[in-house]
């Protein structure tokens, strides 16, 4: 068994979580990855549908299933306990956990857990968020090519600041994870980049910084892609709907976030966008333009013209 910390919490896991922060000495886990034993059934992986969907839930327990890989069960943001198939693909089993069953735990403990990236830019954090295909983790590389520091990839976990309206961002500790075309345009900085999956096109990108410290959000971007780099400004209302649509445990289905409830995450939205500058970036799908976005972000982070949008 060996030990982690990520988001702020210690854990101990059954499985290697390669690329994650290790923590040899710690007293009591605040949460296990545990391989299950003493089930009377098998794991109910044969359903036809592909990738990560719920077989049930409430909000102190849920199952996931992953068809061909395994089930696990999120408990009370204390434990996961996994019940792979046989033979399971360890390392699509590594990304189950890392990604939908942390997301799922730490949104138990109460967590606002976005689907996203965040960086630190040195006087704060700027969290990316966005649909698929809209470049969150293409944006986390840009940024950190250029010399600042990816605190969090795919789970963008907040906590409120004391005595305000600011949240803060928990380091994730664990790597960014590129499709094939973009690690094809930074490898040469990292040298050969490890696949996160056999037969699949995508990429681990380690970090550049082994710093662990969190960071206050400063700026919240929707991302978008069109023809030029730019900045736009964000209606109030707009501001609320799209970082719910992007809370993690919202790619589950409605009904899974009615299941597990959510009014502790709707209400931390409603203050984060009280006290947090919330604003669309538009970028372009042209990699060669990487740097010049990055620097586009950099320059324009905290200035008082965008403040101005809160």
Avoid at 66 to 81: L, Q, R, T
Avoid at 95 to 103: E, K, M, Q, W
Avoid at 224 to 235: L, M, P, T
Wanted: with cysteine.
């Amino acid at each position: 068994m060996q030990g982690y910390r990520a988001f702020g919490l210690t854990f101990s896991s059954d499985i290697p979580l390669e690329g994650w922060f290790s923590q040899s000495e710690f007293s009591e886990p605040d949460f296990s990855i545990r391989l299950a034993s003493g089930f009377s059934r098998p794991p109910r992986s044969s359903d036809p549908r592909r990738g990560i969907y719920c077989l049930d839930a409430d909000e102190k327990r849920c199952t996931l299933s992953w068809s061909g890989v395994a089930e696990v069960i999120v408990d009370s943001g204390k434990a996961i306990d996994i019940l792979p198939v046989a033979d399971a693909d360890q390392e699509a089993l590594r990304l189950f956990i890392s990604g939908a069953a942390v997301g799922v735990l730490l949104h138990q403990r109460g967590y606002l857990v976005l689907h996203g990236s965040a960086v630190d830019i040195e006087r704060g954090a700027a969290a990316f968020i966005g649909p698929k295909g809209s470049g969150k983790s293409t944006t986390a590389i840009a940024l950190q090519n250029a010399g600042h520091r990816v605190i969090s990839e795919e789970l963008v976990a907040l906590v409120p600041e004391a005595g305000g309206n600011s949240f803060v961002v928990l380091p994730s500790g664990c790597p960014v994870k590129v499709w094939g075309r973009v690690a094809s345009a930074v490898e040469g900085t990292y040298g050969p980049l490890v696949p996160v999956r056999q037969g699949v096109d995508k990429y681990f990108v380690p970090p550049l910084s082994s710093d662990q410290s969190p960071a206050v959000v400063r700026q919240v971007y929707l991302l978008d892609v069109g023809d030029a780099i730019e900045i736009k400004r964000v209606a109030p209302i707009e501001r609320f709907l799209h970082i719910a649509a992007n809370l993690y445990v919202q790619r589950f289905g409605t009904e899974f976030v009615q299941a597990v409830g959510a009014s502790h995450a709707f209400k931390q939205i409603a203050t984060l966008v009280k006290g947090t500058a919330v604003l669309r970036l538009v970028r372009t799908n042209n990699l060669d333009q990487l740097r010049e976005l990055s620097r586009f972000i950099a320059s324009s982070f905290g200035c008082a013209e965008y403040q101005s949008a809160l």
